[in-house]
């Protein structure tokens, strides 16, 4: 599953560990973040109380091109438009298939005067 390139909007999918519909997009112009969003939508006020410092909550507008997500500090006060939050597998999914639970890689060391 790739996010969709630029900013053309939201790529309806499938995560591919738990089977969950999800939104993929890359959001924003320089500095892209590849977001995987749950398709499930919710009022502003709600996905406010599922943040957390590692998920976000997204603003989902529907464009006559399909879903486009939108930071939502751009969002207007209070925000009409549905939201979304970052998708994570849900509970019972094995953990080595959920991205949040692998391992980091940590590098062996190497010998002096080898890169």
Not at 55 to 80: I, N
Request: with cysteine; hydrophobic share 25%.
């Amino acid at each position: 599953m790739r996010p969709h390139s630029g900013s053309a909007g939201a790529v309806r999918a499938d995560c591919p560990r738990c089977g969950k519909p999800v939104l993929c997009q890359l959001v924003g112009r320089r500095a892209a973040l590849s977001v995987i969003a749950d398709a499930e939508q919710m009022s502003a006020a709600v996905s406010y109380g599922f943040r957390e410092p590692n998920r976000l909550a997204w603003c989902l507008r529907e464009l006559s091109t399909g879903p486009d997500l939108r930071w939502t500090t751009s969002c207007p006060s209070p925000c009409p438009y549905p939201h979304v939050l970052d998708h994570r597998c849900p509970p019972g999914t094995p953990p080595e298939h959920q991205p949040e639970h692998q391992p980091e890689h940590q590098p062996e060391h190497q010998p002096e005067g080898t890169l």
